[in-house]
């Protein structure tokens, strides 16, 4: 950083025009100022976690949030911890990402592996595109297809299910909690699929072939070229999508958690996630000050996770790294 | 770009014969294959399911359930959507308004401040690139936002409530910024300099058209996320501002209330709302909102591979 500021400041004083800065700067005001309305405001909208928040009617929200509203410290947060469902919001959370990022590493680059050694690159091709199609499909589009499989009396499982014999009577999937717990883990891998095995996919393909060739006259099997010529390549990407995970095991994806499961009402125990929870508190049942806290409480928890998840993978490979 | 394709494959051809002796063995190719066919059908499968119901007559639905052999076939619903036409074509308006408008303001966004992130001796290019930094690392949340952006800023039940608050990401930034560093040569600028350029002039006359396919990739990036965005409507639309909503809220007000087109009943004959198709008509709609999707990805895919490589480079 402090070479190039030195060269920049060379290059101001050589090269002329002292406009130069004033113009980039200008060209760029419309987003600095969208930064600072829409991430750095309410950065110190945060304040609101540590009020007892009450609107004043009439009065404009920042008369009630720093004159009507009381200061309570940390009370917010107490009353969060101490609550029935912050342990089960917890473990949803942390327990899912956890699953998530390991199969959304694991299954992809074994995907990409394979499919690169498919011999038909044609047939190889079309896979490939449509594994992509989920990527590009929103939740609620999801939620549908989910629902004309698992709907009580019209969905395709049920109907399947009774043809067969298998079963004598429908099940009711929305309210069916242990299905539900292992199907959230394979949607979340359904729609990331294609798209992360691309990802590492277009890293193999980047390796020079010459490696694989003097690997193959060295006598070395698939399986060696494999474990000494691919995955080490991999690992910059490798660790670069692990931290981005890493960095974001405090939030969930509200569409899988909330939409895909059509919010059902029995699903409450699994679903619930940080995410959902601010979602509802905020919305549904409003509770302003749980809500501000909990959205405080996976802010500063998702920050520091994000550093810790930097520092460790710049130890393992100093190129690597977010920032 | 096609240039660069044509050597590389020059390059690799006196390798192919190499290649072969070094493929997998023909068993292991055929379960490859096989593996790779059926996860294709399994991302496919449940689209196909959606269609074929969408296309099912009403009475299909009720005697077989949704099926992928429909006892009988039916554009019924299509018929019926095209009749809503006044509601569902202005959903349908809605989504491209926000679409177009949301991925023409995003570009400008980002491409402008990855610019002036690409320079090098621009003064204030150390700070600002902590100022998009920081909210990568730390969010006010989404009740912070939510509150400033209804009480202070007024977007509740608000047209650009759909576009501002996702209209740029620090993310894109930086390729935008890899981009411009690693396609536009340094000394085409400075030459445009000696000749008397203005730094807008040189960004727009300049660095824009050099860098059409990453602009394209990032525009990419942007519409399927607009077309896509629901949660911006769920946030901040409600059951006032049905006129703005967008065609995934329609789809998740359809899922809450099985009878929201007969409810819009302003548009209908009462003999009209008994027999709606309601259970294919969803599925119909389904399709509206998938079909310029799942027509137009395929052609592009090679955008996101390219944006995808690129972002992970780190700058």
Redesign the interface.
Known sequence: ?ST??V???K??GS?G?S???L??????L???I??L??????????V??FKNYKVKPGK???YS?FVNSKWSGFKNFEVLFKSSYFSDMLRNTLVYNFIFIVLGVVIPVT?AI??N????QK??K??Q??????H??????I????Y??L?T????V??VLLALGLRETKNMWYTDVGFWTWFLVFLNV?KG??YNM??YL??IS?ID??M??AA?IDGAT?WQ?TKYITLPTLRP?IS?MFIMAVGSIFRSD??LFY?AT?NAGGLVEITQTF?VY??KA??ERPN?NM??AT??L???C??IT??IANIVVKKIDP????? | MSTVNANKKKMKAPIEGLKKFNSVKPTTNVFISALFIALALLCFMPALLVLIVSFSSEASVLQKGYSYVPSGWSVASYVYLLRQWRYIGGAFLNSILVTVIGTSIGLVMCSTMGYALSRPNYRLRGFFSIFILIPMLFSGGLVASYMINTNILGLKNSFWALILPICCSSFYIVIMRTFFQTTVPEAIIESAKIDGARQIRIFLQIVLPISLPSIATIGLFFTFAYWNDWMMAKYYLNSNAQNLYPLQYVLISLESNIDFLSRNAQFMTPGEAQNVPSETVRMAMVMISVIPIACSYPFFQKYFIGGLTIGAVKG
């Open positions: 950083m190039t500021a060269k920049g400041k290059k101001t090269n025009s406009f130069d800065n113009e980039i700067f200008l060209l760029h419309p987003t600095t969208w930064y309305i829409f991430c750095y405001a309410p950065m110190f909208g945060v609101i976690a404009s929200f920042l949030l995907l394979l499919i050694n498919m011999w038909s047939l190889a079309v896979c595109t449509m594994m992509f199609l989920p590009f499909l929103s939740w609620v589009v939620s549908y297809f989910v004309a499989f709907a009396d019209a969905g395709l049920n109907r359904w699929m294609g691309v990802v277009s890293s980047g072939q010459e694989y060739e193959l698939k070229q990407i670069i509200f569409g939409q059509r995410d601010i979602y905020l919305l302003i809500s501000s959205s405080l996976q802010s500063v998702g920050c994000i550093i190129n690597a790294g977010l920032f």
